[in-house]
């Protein structure tokens, strides 16, 4: 056992086997158009792991990206052909995006015209505790299975203030997430904007902006389409974070085999970052009247729940705050969201952190976001449009929270 532990794990790194590169993959949007078509690409990507679903199969006319690579492209195009799907390729080459993703300026401190790795990411947030004496205090959600903290920090300008609850990067390769969310960090705490030091001084922040941070390490150092967390199992690595969470879990849009991107953990709370999280989460519950979680990429503004199609008690509320804050991030940039339950017009997705929350405590006012784009670049969206995303993003959670003062009490 440990020899094969050296062999499978240590060795590749003494050797220098290095970062994994996606020369010549390719992502292919496939369009089903019948259930038997949704079924048999929810079955490919239950059995075949050599292809990666950067988004999964939902229903019918719902679009699904495929990484293809190289060597697998005949099979799957074959595939394609035999059971007639509508498709085009999205990305010609995943690698060539990969080299484009990073800003033109070198990276060094901290910013927004590059993503950054996790160390610069929780040394600002450091920063920022020493910057703001009083306002800023830094805490911490939990723990990962490697070792690391999940860090985040609080904001508070003055006591009695409604708590909103910032989580982000809990899919590893989502990077827009983390730079998003310190983004709208940033301007809470810098911006002169009224509105904006409205929301800032008027609400109390937990933010975290990397739930996930073995994954998102892992992203930078060996696998940039990493989605989920380190744990060792079996036969595979990790388990989806978002899959993993104790409301419904495994109760549908979850997977149970080990090497799947959706596999839903050996049981609920089986990661320690979920875990310890919602143990976390679970110690301010009570403070807390809005959760906010950042995912990428499709533009959606997605409500509770993931496992059933039925309408909570304040979906109406929900929704009709939803499309006002969709209104506002289009007006800057014109991008164009899609706002809903989540299993009713998106997909069936169990065990995610927001259904928790929501069923666990009962927060009124709770969105997932998955940010840009629409699947041009996917995962790897240039880090030139990190600030026109924040700055949007911004507008929409600003939208957000002067109506959510209105509904909660
Ligand atoms: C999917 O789109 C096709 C072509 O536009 C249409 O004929 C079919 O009814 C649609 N199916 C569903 C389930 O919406
Ligand atoms: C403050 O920011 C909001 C949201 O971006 C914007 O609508 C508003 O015009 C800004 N106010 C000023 C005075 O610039
Ligand atoms: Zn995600």
Not at 76 to 100: A, H
Not at 159 to 181: C, L, M, Y
Not at 232 to 242: E, F, I, Q, W, Y
Request: proline share 4%.
């Amino acid at each position: 056992m440990v020899a094969l532990y050296l062999l499978m794990v240590i060795l590749p790194v003494v050797m220098g086997a290095g970062k994994a590169r996606f020369d010549n993959y390719q992502v292919i949007r496939v369009v089903p158009q019948t259930l038997r078509q949704v079924d048999l690409l929810r079955h490919l990507s239950d059995t075949n792991h050599d292809l990666s679903f950067w988004t999964g199969p939902t229903r019918a006319n719902a679009s699904v990206d495929i990484m293809v690579p190289p060597h697998k492209l005949p099979e799957f195009e074959d595939i394609l052909q035999r059971f007639n799907f509508k498709n085009e390729v999205y990305i010609e080459d995943v690698q060539k995006v990969i080299d484009q993703e990073q800003g033109a300026t070198p990276r060094s401190g901290f910013g927004w015209t590059n993503y950054y790795r996790l160390q610069n990411i929780y040394d600002w947030l450091d920063s920022l505790v020493k910057q703001y004496p009083g306002i800023v205090t830094s805490i911490v959600g939990g723990k990962s299975y490697e070792g690391r903290q999940i860090k985040g920090v609080k904001v508070s300008y003055k006591s009695g203030n409604k708590g909103v609850f910032v989580e982000a990067g809990i899919h590893a390769r989502e990077w827009i997430s983390p730079a998003t969310v310190t983004y709208i960090l940033n301007q809470l705490l810098t911006s002169k904007n009224a509105s904006i030091r409205d929301i800032a001084e008027n609400y109390d922040w937990y933010i975290f902006p990397s739930t996930n941070p073995d994954g998102y390490e892992y992203t930078h150092t060996t696998n940039r389409m990493w989605r989920k967390t380190r744990s060792r199992g079996l036969l595979c690595v990790g388990a989806d974070p978002n899959r993993n969470w104790g409301f419904h879990w495994m109760d549908g849009g979850a997977s149970s085999n080990e090497c799947s991107e959706t596999y839903a953990g050996s049981k609920a709370f089986s990661e320690i970052e979920t875990k310890s999280l919602s143990e976390y989460i679970t110690s301010i519950a009570d403070k807390i009247q809005v959760y906010l979680a950042f995912h990428s990429y499709s533009q959606l503004l997605l409500i509770p729940y993931g496992h059933s199609t039925e309408h909570i008690s304040n979906y109406d509320t929900l929704m009709s705050i939803g499309t006002k804050a969709k209104a506002a991030l289009a007006k800057r940039y014109g991008t164009q969201y899609t706002l809903g339950n989540i299993a009713e017009t998106i997909y069936v997705a169990s065990g995610g952190s927001m259904d928790w929350v929501r069923g666990t405590f009962n927060t009124p006012i709770t969105y997932t976001y998955e940010l840009r784009d629409t699947g041009r670049y996917g995962f790897t969206l240039p880090a030139s449009q990190i600030i026109p995303t924040g700055e949007e993003t911004l507008d929409s959670v600003l939208t957000i929270l002067q109506e959510a003062r209105k509904v909660i009490r």
